[in-house]
């Protein structure tokens, strides 16, 4: 088992709809959680980070963590052509020091 | 706030030549920086953690006395692909991480993308 899974995808979305992006990772002591969007070509750019149970939202970004069921979800509404790009989930496991885990990555595709 | 640059964006270089790539954080200290490689289609790979002062750490698989790695300063990382081969070419990108007090975040350079002939 991965230590941070992710669906490679595509997901795809109509705009104007809400994307919902899933993860799940396997160390029951992480603390921290992160996701990074990567257009093609491109580094990785932090979207959002989020360290309790619950939800973090941030404009039409709303990060969700749920340390029980060791997932973190990350929806984004009114969905846009340029929010087409591969979104990584990355996680700090317990004991891991300053490193993040990522996972592989859901490409998301939104479709005019 | 929060800015990684890396020099050069790109390269192009010839089978059995070195290259020095370059990572700074600009408006923060890094006391962390993690060098990633990343194949066409392909996810994020580790290559190695470097730390301020000491000796980088390398991951499983990556090649100490190839990939060189130094962390001179609390701002500035260096990878050097030492007689780089066509297989290297890829895309490599740096990122720091601001220390006890910065949080937990890990912020990207803008990456480098090596081509080897």
């Known amino acids: 088992q991965k230590e941070v899974e992710q669906n490679s995808g595509p997901l795809s979305v109509p705009e104007g709809a809400i994307a919902s992006l899933n993860c799940t990772y396997s160390d029951r002591g992480s603390q921290s959680f992160f996701w990074y969007r990567q257009y093609s070509g491109k580094s990785p750019e932090l979207i959002m980070s989020i360290y309790s149970n619950g939800d973090k939202e941030d404009g039409r970004f709303t990060a969700q963590l749920n340390k029980a069921s060791q997932y973190v979800s990350l929806l984004i509404r009114d969905s846009q052509p340029s929010d087409s790009a591969t979104y990584l989930c990355a996680v700090r496991l317990n004991n891991a020091g300053n490193m993040l885990t990522f996972g592989g990555g859901t490409r998301l595709m939104v479709k005019p | 706030g929060a800015v990684v640059s890396q020099h050069p964006s790109r390269v192009i270089c010839k089978s059995g030549t070195s290259v020095k790539i370059e990572c700074r954080s600009l408006d923060f200290q890094a006391t962390t920086m993690f060098w990633y490689r990343q194949f066409p289609k392909q996810s994020l790979m580790l290559m190695a953690t470097?730390?301020?002062?000491?000796?980088?750490?390398?991951e499983q698989g990556v090649e100490k006395d190839k990939f060189l790695i130094n962390h001179a300063s609390l701002t500035l990382s260096t990878l050097t692909v030492t007689s780089a081969h066509p297989e290297d070419s890829s895309f490599y990108i740096c990122?720091?991480?601001?220390?006890?007090?910065?949080?937990?975040?890990?912020?990207f350079g803008p990456g480098t993308r090596l081509t080897v002939l």
């Open positions: 470097s730390n301020e002062g000491s000796k980088a750490t390398y």
């Open positions: 990122s720091a991480h601001p220390g006890e007090g910065g949080g937990d975040e890990q912020f």
